[in-house]
């Protein structure tokens, strides 16, 4: 959208998302789009894009994306009327007067589609750029078929499993390398299979100094110990781990804790994180080979993140994990049905699981960067 003081549509099909065929027909497929700077199709074909905190925007996000729908800016919805629209709201069908969430709004506005991931303000990235799948025509070490994201504010890549719940996209988020000289923007494969990410502070400022730059990421061959997946549940979580955890450890409910949130969907610039609680966890079933911890949680709440942690985690050889926070967007409960919206009341008597204390470690990054 264009700037003059909030994203405005100042132009028609400005904020949507359309397909241009080689001989130049025009097909509007969506709108809702703010500040998007990340697109790309998953394996099975799906349509994903990535958008920046802002106004309507409470946190950077990554949304599954279908004709006909919006997706949270109500600007480009002026020319929802125009021939040839799929989209069926106007701009009268959206109000920041009722203190909803997106998710909450989607369960009273049919055509409004959430995120299928939050990536929590400062807690992930600030400004979410590029998608670029890992297939298997691109080995990149465990994560075959999960989706990379960059981060253009912070300098630095992040990780997405998603799983699909009854129809709706939803999962988790990882950090996976920082440290860039400049802010990531651009995700591209190399011939060798390697990542080149294309980078620019372009006046927005990064963590990264540089003001542009191309580095080369490269897979050494060594497996970390990281959370390669987590799955939701009817009453919980499964982590599915790159190595064998500690089965003592990992058995442990004391070694992990949960807290989830949301993000206010309104006219104003970004949200705060809100209605943050502790979620109980009160058992863990760990496979026989390690490689999986069944986590049982109370009161679960859909169309909320939750915050994912086990600091207190080691593999069968004694290393903590490289990264230990993961945020899953939770959309479905899974054996619920989809898009129905629960109490925010925590059941009674809930108390947040204790939490081990975590000892320091350190862990070689699996990754040369050149």
Known sequence: LGWIGRGASLSRWRG??????????????????????????????????????????????????????????????????????????????????LGLTLFEYAQKQPGIKPPSIWFPHTLMGISTSDILNLGPEHPFGPFEGQMLVGDQGHSKIMRVFQEKVEGVYQGICFPFVSGFSSGVLRLEWGPDHSIYAGMTSRGWSSTGREPYGLERLVWTGKTPFEIKAVRAMSDGFELEFTLPADRRMAADPANYSITDFTFKYHHIYGSPPINKQSRAIYKVEVSQDGLRARL????????????????????????????????YTLNVIPGGGAHRQHSAAASAGSKAAAQGAAAKRTATPPFARG
């Open 16 to 97: 949507w998302m359309l397909r241009i065929t080689p001989e130049g027909n025009m097909t509007p497929i969506a709108t809702g789009m703010r500040s998007p700077a990340g697109f790309n199709l998953n394996a099975a074909g799906d349509i994903f894009y990535t958008e920046n905190q802002g106004d309507w925007v409470g946190s950077g996000r990554m949304t599954h994306v279908e004709a006909g729908d919006f997706v949270g800016n109500p600007e480009g919805l002026k020319w929802s009327s125009e021939p040839g629209s799929p989209v069926k709201l106007n701009m009268d069908d959206i109000q920041d007067s």
């Open 296 to 327: 049982y949680v109370e009161g679960l709440r859909e169309g909320y993140v939750n915050e994912i942690k086990a600091a207190g985690l080691r593999d069968a050889k004694g290393e903590g994990l490289l990264h230990d926070t993961g945020y």
